[in-house]
């Protein structure tokens, strides 16, 4: 069996076949960024990493199995500059390409919720409708996502009881708000359904600090730093912190010390790019029933 994964990132992909114990030949993986294929070769020496999707040619690979991959987001997500196709997402047209020119037995393809004109673009090239499962149910961070695959996807899950005090562990002093950082938050605060806003005037994600006995906002990919301050969670004794490098790999349910072979702040950029593995693993039990009835 061999896999191909355009946008690898760290391979959570790779993960979710290995928990399920799918054995395959090769895992071909199209990544061009460092740190990702640092953390992907430092768990799967045997990647065979293949450069810039755009570099990739279908008739320089051995017949593929399975085809995975999710384009940048960025100009598809509520967050971004709302350009679509005309930026980074337009990559999905790279994915487009490959899966045309490999004619794979399988493929999954996953981005956020978008606009509906950009939904329906990519869901008559793929040719399949798409799918909506929001990584709440799995782990306790709300992260909805649509998946457009040949694999059968049903019995999607409804319901969650876990938050993220399930999650935590014991964290140094040096993940908590600093005396500086509390005398600016305004104490006068409302709840919300999950997280509250405390800094004064505060109005965006950065803003927003996450009930211990709620759910976490989806992991952002922001750079320099900043992905890591946007995991503050308010716990039972009152005090703040941001969630550890660990606790963030729960929430993707990806191993622990996965990532630890590349800076801190790079850790959460990376697993806020990343796949909920536990998502993952659930449409590819189905690849497994399917499978198995053949």
């Known amino acids: 069996m061999n896999i191909l994964s355009l946008f690898d990132g760290i391979s959570c992909g790779q993960i979710a076949l290995n928990k399920l114990n799918i054995s395959y030949n090769n895992y071909f993986a199209s990544e061009i960024d460092s740190s990702a294929i640092k953390v992907t070769q430092y768990n799967f020496p045997n990647t065979k990493q293949i450069g810039d999707v755009i570099k990739v040619k279908g008739n320089n690979l051995p017949e593929i199995d399975l085809l995975m991959g999710g384009s940048p987001c960025q100009s598809f997500s509520n967050a971004g500059k709302g350009e679509g ?4 997402s337009g990559l999905f047209w790279e994915y487009v390409r490959i899966l045309k020119e490999i004619k794979p037995k399988y493929f999954l393809f996953e981005n956020v919720k978008m606009k509906k004109e950009w939904k329906e673009i990519i869901t008559k090239a793929l040719e399949v409708e798409p799918v909506e499962i929001n990584g709440k149910y799995f782990t306790p961070q709300n992260r909805p996502r649509l998946f457009w695959s040949n694999i059968l996807i049903e019995n999607i899950p409804t319901q969650y009881d876990h938050c993220l ?3 935590l562990d014991t964290a140094d002093e040096s993940y908590y708000l600093t005396e500086k950082q509390l005398s600016i938050l305004d104490l006068n605060f409302k709840w919300s359904e999950n997280d509250i806003i405390r800094h004064k005037a505060g109005k965006h994600q950065q803003d927003n600090f996450y009930r211990y006995d ?3 906002a989806c992991l952002s990919a922001s750079h320099h730093g900043a992905a890591r301050h946007l995991t503050k969670i308010y716990l039972p004794d009152g005090r703040i912190r941001r969630l550890t490098e660990n606790e963030v790999e729960k929430l993707q349910a990806v191993p622990i010390d996965y990532t630890n072979c590349v800076s801190s702040s790079k850790r959460y950029e990376l697993l ?8 993952i693993i659930f449409i590819l039990k189905n690849l497994l029933k399917e499978n ?3």
């Open 272 to 279: 806020g790019n990343g796949w909920n593995v536990d998502v």
């Open 85 to 88: 196709f005309n930026g980074k």
């Open 292 to 294: 198995k009835n053949e």
């Open 165 to 167: 005090k399930n999650i």
């Open 214 to 216: 709620g759910i976490m």
